[in-house]
């Protein structure tokens, strides 16, 4: 992705002009690629030394234009909110809430690590998202599997695509990614015993480099697992 953006900086030295559809593919780019701040600022190290490998006295001042363009495009990606968290506690509709919202929002994906889920307002908000061309899947762990209330057959059975953990151990993770752009994490179970009665947490975080660490875990395990007809 770092090469994509610097082959389009690239290109728009030619003319000295960032033109809008050169603005728009490098944040689109930025945007899929989900970059830290560390890395964005590399990206403006880069961008400075290309201008200064480009300028010459005959064009120095469309070099700055298209420097202070270019920057201004990193600058802004660099200094969104990338790193809000917010916090939320159970018993209490807290955490269901946060869930239900962050699957109200989403758009693209949503990709969920849970040992059980078994809440009907949380299952029923997937399926519908799932109706509407959301992307979703679930890893799960087998050991809940069948219990009374666990709502993974009903999930499976709307055409959700689920991977579950058979071995002897656990797959104990509680996370989500809704459109690999925000992670949901904490100890809160999406069952309603947890929302009515357990001390429970939930943190949502827009950190990209907290997505990217918990998404290669999710693809990890997804690579690993059996899928539910198979079991």
Known sequence: MVEKIKASLASSLNDLVLVGSEKKEIKSIIKEAQFSKRELDLLRSELFKMARAASNKDNYEFIFDWIEDANK????????????????????????????????????????????????????????????????????????????????????????AIKVDVTDNHMHHKFAIFDQQRTLTGSYNWTRSAEKYNHENILITENSQVTKNFKREFDSLWDELKTYDEI
């Open 73 to 160: 495009l990193l600058l802004t990606e660099s200094d969104s909110p990338k790193d809000e968290v917010s916090v939320y506690f159970s018993p209490g509709e807290q955490c269901l809430n946060a869930i239900l919202n962050q699957i109200k929002r989403s758009t693209k994906k949503i990709e969920i690590c849970l040992f059980t889920i078994s809440d009907d307002r949380i299952s029923d908000a997937l399926m519908s998202k799932h109706q509407q061309g959301v992307h979703i899947k679930i890893i799960t762990d087998n050991d809940k599997l069948f219990d009374k209330g666990s709502d993974i057959d009903k999930l499976a059975a709307a055409g959700i």
